[in-house]
């Protein structure tokens, strides 16, 4: 098992920063994929990047390439989330996920450990 809590989220306003961690407690963190998603007030879960457990090829929604980078640090047990030029539209609950599947899923179904979710607001 894995237990997963995320921080850094919080208000910033358009075109800001803000970088998310997922602390991963528990057995071989390295041996995990992990994931970001999101979920917006009244609306379903959604994928926002996925990261193997080599971090080879990591894998972005449409709406976040070229602005989100995901990276992992296995050494730490730490998944990372840097979100630029972030616009009103990406705030949301955002979540981190893992598990052991052989490829990376954009379905919430696809993971077996979820953390708690922190709190990103952008504001116009």
């Known amino acids: 098992q894995v237990q997963l809590v995320e921080s850094g989220g919080g208000l910033v306003q358009a075109g800001g920063s803000l970088r998310l961690s997922c602390a991963a407690s528990?057995?071989?963190?390295?041996?995990?994929?992990m994931a970001w998603f999101r979920q917006a007030l009244g609306k379903e879960r959604e994928f926002v990047a996925g990261i193997s457990f080599t971090g080879v090829r990591p894998d972005y929604a449409d709406f976040v390439k070229g602005r989100f980078t995901i990276s992992r640090d296995n050494a730490k047990s730490t998944l990372y989330l840097q979100m630029n030029s972030l616009k009103p539209e990406d705030t949301a609950v955002y979540y981190c996920?893992?598990?052991?599947?052989?490829?990376?899923?954009?379905?919430?179904?696809?993971?077996?450990?979820w953390g708690q979710g922190t709190q990103v607001t952008v504001s116009s």
């Open positions: 996920a893992a598990d052991r599947q052989i490829s990376i899923s954009r379905r919430p179904g696809g993971y077996d450990y």
């Open positions: 528990g057995r071989s963190f390295s041996s995990y994929n």
